[in-house]
């Protein structure tokens, strides 16, 4: 058997080194745990972005599978299969929308959704061919195709893949006097995080996020809200949009919604937006396959039968209160929102990276962002006594 170093070397020689992982080599995981190549034991403070918000091989989405997976698997869109339509029912009721198009990574969804907005705009706004425009946030994520990284306003995202693609203007994100401020008759919709998660989480002013809102529908442009990894459970409701009860015309939808199992994304809308596509318009061999129908309907039961969301809520407001007790010079600033944590590091008084790598000898797994903030964010099937456990080895670290 190989050792951690062979395991870590190999992937360094044939893998593109576009992630820094932690030196940690895992091979097992199980509810909010994982465990390395040695053994060791680790608690889970990542939920791979939210993609393993069920937990690590929850029994129920594997049993869905194994079933699914001796049955049918792929069938592509080119026929029905006996799956999606189940699947696409329960997801749009789940978060109150009209119709659903699924394809598989995040990015993925963030792109069908704005090609859904610019047709939009052509056919129902009437703005001139090629003229459209979609206005999003300063430090906004929503993945890394050429496409969205053409509005990112992170300079590593960028660098070296221009030129990029025209038709995008970016707002201060949380200020909505200039998001009224660049709308314009060729705006056919605003695109933006709830919470931005990448960044760091960045909660927005209060009301912020049903002002802007308010602005989309008084000048006839969409708002499109990427719930990527805020979605789903994570901020203690099904939605991070539902705490301002902010209904946009479309939601995106991704990570979560595999139950930790498979790529599964979505974008889900009204019948006004999504109706803009027509056969061959759009497209996914993946997207919609049975087996995902499958993983992601059970995935939405496992959320509302095992009460995670509420969970969530309950554990996120408790575990925030524990991380703003701790003082230390260091630690500028702790903001949430459910399970979805950010501990703002100053860069000049200690590395958010040597943080991390103290916090895996402890046996916790998190990961810095933008080499400035530590991120908590634990399957939400996580238990009280497993967070206190947390808490404890946490404080020994940054104490």
């Known amino acids: 058997m190989k050792n951690e170093a062979a395991y870590i070397a190999q992937e360094n020689k044939w893998c593109a080194q576009n992630y820094h992982p932690l030196p940690v080599v895992l091979s097992k995981g199980e509810g909010a745990w994982l465990w390395d190549i040695k053994g060791n034991k680790y608690l889970d403070m990542m939920s791979a972005y939210s993609a393993v918000s069920h937990g690590h091989c929850h029994p129920r989405i594997l049993k869905a599978l194994i079933q699914q997976a001796g049955q ?35 990015v993925e969804a963030v792109e069908t959704a704005l090609k859904a907005a610019r047709r939009w705009g052509y056919k129902h706004k009437k703005i001139p061919d090629n003229q459209a425009e979609i206005i999003v946030m300063r430090g906004n994520f929503h993945g890394r195709t050429l496409g969205v990284v053409s509005f990112s306003t992170e ?36 695109l933006t995080e709830p919470i931005q998660g990448e960044a760091g989480i960045y909660i927005p002013p209060p009301g912020w996020l049903k002002e802007i809102e308010g602005i989309c529908k008084s ?28 209904k946009p015309d479309a939601v995106i939808l991704g990570k979560a919604l595999g139950g930790g199992y498979l790529p599964i994304s979505a974008v889900v809308g009204s019948k006004e937006l999504l109706s803009v596509f027509d056969y061959g318009s759009h497209g996914s061999t993946f997207g919609g396959n049975p087996l995902a129908a499958v993983v992601g309907l059970e995935a939405i039961k496992i959320l509302q039968e095992e009460s995670l969301i509420e969970r969530s809520a309950d554990l996120g407001d408790y575990f925030l209160k524990a991380l703003k007790q701790i003082k230390n010079p260091f630690v500028k600033e702790v903001r949430g929102r459910g399970l979805w944590i950010g501990v703002d590091i100053d860069p000049n008084l200690k590395s958010a990276r040597v943080l991390c790598e103290e916090l895996m000898k402890k046996g916790i797994l998190s990961k810095e962002t933008h080499e400035t903030v530590i991120r908590f964010a634990p399957p939400l099937v996580i238990s009280k006594n497993a967070l206190d456990w947390a808490i404890d080895r946490i404080g020994e670290v940054f104490g």
Do not use: W
């Open 219 to 246: 000048n006839n442009v969409l708002l499109l809200l990427d719930e990527i990894q805020s979605g789903l459970g994570r901020t203690g409701k099904i939605l991070a949009c539902d705490h301002e009860n902010v």
């Open 72 to 106: 049918l698997t792929m069938c592509s869109r080119a026929y029905y299969n006996d799956k999606l339509g189940e699947f696409l029912e329960v997801l749009c009721a789940f978060v109150d929308m009209e119709m659903a198009l699924p394809m598989n990574s995040g």
């Open 155 to 190: 300079e590593d995202y960028r660098s070296g893949f221009g030129p990029f693609l025209p038709g995008f203007k970016v707002v201060p994100f949380g200020d909505a006097k200039a998001l009224a401020g660049a709308m314009t008759p060729n705006t056919c919709a605003v």
